[in-house]
């Protein structure tokens, strides 16, 4: 699905603002019908949880509405006319006036409808959004919806960050001419100092294309007639991590239709045990990051994202990965534009039910079964996979696909899952390499699906819920462990999440757990070790800023996992991360066997 972008054909509105808001009335919503009688409003974009000081709506499980009234533009006669989404968590439904006009299933790709029929340009009409927040065995995260004895319904789910649930995207009504270009895909390659650009546009109606092609200053540079085709940029300039260029695909429909893609000549491949754009050896730097901000719950908000990546930059980071689901799409344009790699990754975290055992103290049920996670499941997981190629295909800055975080891969059925997951990931695209990140769980002795993969995440917590307060026991763990997956798999190794809650101003002349010092210490363990390994490709720390989540005993006011604080304060171990990363830049250094790189 194309992104809106105005051009001399096309338009856009903003309905972003302040939208009426209510709680459904029912566990279930029924048909749509007249205005919405409430006094509540609520800002879009954001997540509806933290806004208001109901506890009712914090904790609802189930549908909500939003409400606005809409003017179509006077000039817009003879257009088709669309109102998109660019997310409804978890479940969204729309409706013009009372007219329903589109479902969609999954929290965080956009979904649209045509709504020509009903949008008189120059007139007004009401537009009305459901957005439902459930989570069950066949969603993508999965989840478990329970009664209590006095009726009021429970959501859990298995992930640890906070089920925040509303419209955290914006929402646009946009106009196409009625022949218009549906879909761009750009693919580029090297070929000795020449760029080579794949391009496939498609069409409303079969319809002439003629596509150009046009550098950072706006001179054409190639064009070519027909809807398929390759062209040929001679000594093109690459994008590369913290030097990124960009050129723009003009795609047109002679005379009715044009839309500018933007792109970035780059390769990418795994080969020799290493991790190459352009041809060059990438090592990762970097983190795990959330969607999370006070008050905004998941809302995009474009001044936190600037500043997370001035702060990412600042530090010496060259990559995160969008743990755990599909980030904004400003979020890829910003990195495309400033050179910042992104490991781009699915919704699919959850899929693991023995850390429902754990956590809950339940019996342990089966991950992968008929009454479980299932075909359904998978199917949605599909779905999710299609989606997420399909909207962040043209991206240069997105380098590597996760399908899921920390699934039950040492647990019967894991390869059934995922072995149709991975064959549909690769065709549908075939240029990037494909990841998982590994849990605790998973060692390289029982894991069953490392072996579908280009890049083996790992996940690990020596130190902190593994040797918790004896470094020197967690480091022995930590390269025992990385040890093995590399001899059994000889595939390249991605540390993808490690580190210690860490309370700011707590300090110890010891090893103290949730201490400043601890976490800075801890870090520079897994540094050392990465640092022994030649196999390690990179390093992802969990997490870049501290972040909500559910009611735990072991979580204080959410996640403090980061090394910035919620409000984006550096923590001590940030220091330690600026001194490494920057001395990096994007290479490993080559360290002697039991030798320390710094």
């Known amino acids: 699905m194309l992104k809106p972008r105005p051009s001399a054909t096309r338009e856009l509105v903003n309905l972003d603002g302040v939208w009426k808001f209510a709680l459904d009335a029912e566990a279930g919503h029924a048909p749509w019908s007249g205005p919405l009688d409430t006094l509540l409003e609520a800002a879009v974009p954001a997540s509806y949880n933290d806004l208001f000081t109901d506890p009712a709506i914090r904790d609802q499980v189930g549908w909500v509405w939003y409400q606005r009234t809409v003017r179509v533009p006077r000039g817009w006669t003879g257009e088709r006319v669309f109102v998109r989404l660019d997310a409804a968590t978890h479940e969204g439904c729309v409706y013009v006036d009372d007219v329903l006009v589109a479902e969609h299933v999954g929290g965080y790709t956009p979904f649209e409808a045509d709504i020509t029929e009903h949008a008189v340009p120059g007139a007004e009409f009401r537009l009305t959004i459901g957005v439902n927040n459930e989570l069950t065995n066949t969603t993508i995260p999965p989840g478990r919806i329970t009664v209590d004895q006095d009726g009021r319904r429970r959501q859990t789910y298995l992930h640890d960050f906070y089920n925040y649930a509303g419209l955290a995207r914006s929402v646009w009504l946009h106009s196409v001419p009625t022949t218009h270009i549906t879909d761009v895909t750009v693919v580029t390659g090297l070929d000795t100092g020449t760029g080579t650009v794949a391009y496939d546009v498609s069409t409303s109606e079969p319809a002439d294309v003629r596509v150009r092609i046009l550098d950072a200053d706006g001179t054409e540079v190639a064009a070519a007639d027909g809807a398929t085709g390759t062209l040929r940029i001679p000594d093109a300039t690459l994008w590369r991590p913290g030097s990124p260029y960009l050129y723009d695909l003009v795609a047109e429909i002679p005379g009715t239709d044009i839309?500018?893609?933007?792109?970035?000549?780059?390769?990418?491949?795994?080969?020799?045990?290493?991790?190459?754009?352009?041809?060059?050896?990438?090592?990762?730097?970097?983190?795990?990051?959330?969607?999370?901000?006070?008050?905004?719950?998941?809302?995009?908000?474009?001044?936190?994202?600037?500043?997370?990546?001035?702060?990412?930059?600042?530090?010496?980071?060259?990559?995160?990965?969008?743990?755990?689901?599909?980030?904004?799409?400003?979020?890829?344009?910003?990195?495309?534009?400033?050179?910042?790699?992104?490991?781009?990754?699915?919704?699919?975290?959850?899929?693991?039910?023995?850390?429902?055992?754990?956590?809950?103290?339940?019996?342990?049920?089966?991950?992968?079964?008929?009454?479980?996670?299932?075909?359904?499941?998978?199917?949605?997981?599909?779905?999710?996979?299609?989606?997420?190629?399909?909207?962040?295909?043209?991206?240069?800055?997105?380098?590597?696909?996760?399908?899921?975080?920390?699934?039950?891969?040492?647990?019967?059925?894991?390869?059934?899952?995922?072995?149709?997951?991975?064959?549909?990931?690769?065709?549908?695209?075939?240029?990037?390499?494909?990841?998982?990140?590994?849990?605790?769980?998973?060692?390289?002795?029982?894991?069953?699906?490392?072996?579908?993969?280009?890049?083996?995440?790992?996940?690990?917590?020596?130190?902190?819920?593994?040797?918790?307060?004896?470094?020197?026991?967690?480091?022995?763990?930590?390269?025992?462990?990385?040890?093995?997956?590399?001899?059994?798999?000889?595939?390249?190794?991605?540390?993808?999440?490690?580190?210690?809650?860490?309370?700011?101003?707590?300090?110890?002349?010891?090893?103290?757990?949730?201490?400043?010092?601890?976490?800075?210490?801890?870090?520079?363990?897994?540094?050392?070790?990465?640092?022994?390994?030649?196999?390690?490709?990179?390093?992802?720390?969990?997490?870049?800023?501290?972040?909500?989540?559910?009611?735990?005993?072991?979580?204080?006011?959410?996640?403090?996992?980061?090394?910035?604080?919620?409000?984006?304060?550096?923590?001590?171990?940030?220091?330690?991360?600026?001194?490494?990363?920057?001395?990096?830049?994007?290479?490993?250094?080559?360290?002697?066997?039991?030798?320390?790189?710094?």
């Open 259 to 598: 839309y500018q893609q933007p792109f970035g000549v780059r390769t990418v491949e795994v080969r020799d045990g290493q991790f190459l754009i352009n041809g060059e050896e990438f090592y990762f730097t970097g983190f795990g990051k959330h969607e999370d901000t006070p008050v905004r719950g998941k809302g995009h908000d474009d001044a936190y994202l600037v500043h997370d990546f001035q702060l990412m930059e600042w530090v010496g980071a060259n990559s995160f990965r969008t743990s755990h689901y599909p980030y904004a799409e400003e979020v890829l344009d910003f990195a495309d534009r400033h050179g910042i790699v992104v490991i781009d990754e699915t919704a699919a975290v959850g899929l693991n039910l023995g850390v429902e055992a754990g956590l809950l103290g339940t019996p342990p049920r089966p991950t992968f079964s008929p009454d479980t996670l299932n075909d359904d499941t998978r199917a949605a997981h599909a779905q999710a996979i299609r989606e997420l190629i399909a909207r962040d295909k043209n991206h240069p800055s997105v380098v590597m696909w996760s399908i899921a975080n920390e699934p039950a891969s040492n647990e019967p059925g894991a390869r059934e899952y995922f072995e149709p997951l991975v064959e549909l990931a690769r065709k549908l695209d075939p240029t990037r390499p494909l990841t998982y990140s590994v849990v605790m769980f998973a060692t390289s002795e029982n894991d069953r699906i490392a072996d579908l993969f280009d890049v083996i995440s790992v996940n690990r917590y020596y130190g902190w819920y593994v040797a918790t307060g004896d470094l020197p026991t967690a480091e022995r763990y930590l390269e025992g462990d990385l040890r093995a997956w590399a001899a059994k798999f000889g595939k390249p190794l991605l540390m993808s999440e490690y580190g210690a809650d860490t309370l700011p101003g707590l300090h110890s002349v010891w090893d103290q757990p949730w201490s400043e010092e601890y976490q800075a210490d801890l870090l520079a363990l897994h540094h050392r070790t990465f640092d022994r390994i030649p196999e390690v490709i990179g390093e992802h720390i969990w997490n870049f800023a501290d972040f909500q989540t559910s009611h735990g005993i072991h979580r204080v006011d959410g996640n403090r996992k980061g090394v910035f604080t919620r409000d984006r304060r550096p923590k001590a171990a940030v220091y330690e991360l600026r001194s490494r990363w920057l001395e990096l830049g994007h290479r490993k250094p080559v360290a002697q066997e039991g030798t320390t790189a710094r």
